[in-house]
């Protein structure tokens, strides 16, 4: 069902944070069972905005100094839309290559080594526009910080976090809720203690895909199906 994981319909407002990083938050914001091209959560720019604090890429703060901004020129909204989904396509492909290495199922090396080219050049925009700020702390550092430009502020820290996790998290703890067992395919990172969790939610995905499970099973002893 389009826009819905559990027969309910959802908006962005209520999209279950699931992955454990914001840049796997951020894939989620599409239905990613079969077929792959599913519902996108980011309708327009007001979605994505909303999401952008939801996921904590934004403060709220930010949030009421950007959404002005794109009010004031829907074609900076626009692109700042289109330079998101780019970066969260790409970063789809490229993490499905990087959890499937023998090449299996739908990440395919080739696809991702040009993702990788966009994500980069993405990066390189959003690296551009940042700023160097001395934090007079104890101790003293000296912090890079994305977002200046506050129309390219959402898209810029979307390819901050896309970055994050591709350079920093243990892509072996990258899962993908499994489709084929009756899962919606998003990503998460798995931070079981012993690498265990299967689906993204339990509650929902887990749950369901048991119930169908056992409804075929029934199904098949009362035919005599094996
Ligand atoms: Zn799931």
Not at 61 to 78: C, F, L, N, Y
Not at 105 to 125: F, K, M, N, S, T
Not at 184 to 193: N, V, Y
Request: glycine share 10%.
């Amino acid at each position: 069902m389009r826009g819905s994981l559990t027969g309910m319909p959802l908006d962005v407002s209520r999209l279950p944070l699931v992955g454990g990083h914001p840049a796997l938050d951020l894939v989620n914001t599409r239905e990613r069972g079969a077929p792959p091209d599913g519902h996108d959560f980011l309708t327009d720019a007001s979605a994505l905005l909303l999401w952008s604090a939801r996921a904590g890429l934004v403060s709220e703060e930010e949030a009421d100094r950007v959404g002005p901004v794109w009010r004031d020129d829907p074609a900076a909204a626009h692109a700042a839309l289109a330079a998101v989904r780019e970066v969260r396509e790409g970063l789809h492909l490229v993490l499905l290559a990087a959890i499937q290495p023998d090449g299996r199922g739908p990440g395919d090396p080739v696809v991702a080594g040009a993702a990788l080219v966009g994500l980069h050049e993405r990066w390189a925009g959003a690296a551009a526009r940042a700023t160097l700020v001395l934090d007079r702390g104890d101790p003293p550092r000296v912090r890079l910080t994305y977002g200046t430009v506050p129309a390219m502020l959402v898209p810029d820290r979307v390819a901050e976090a896309a970055l994050d996790v591709l350079r920093t998290a243990d892509l072996t703890r990258v899962r993908r809720c499994p489709v084929a067992e009756g899962g919606c395919g998003w990503l998460f990172l798995d931070q079981s203690r012993n690498g265990s969790r299967r689906w993204c939610r339990m509650a929902d995905c887990g749950t369901t895909a048991k119930a169908r499970r056992l409804t075929e099973r029934r199904r098949a002893t009362r035919t005599g199906t094996p």
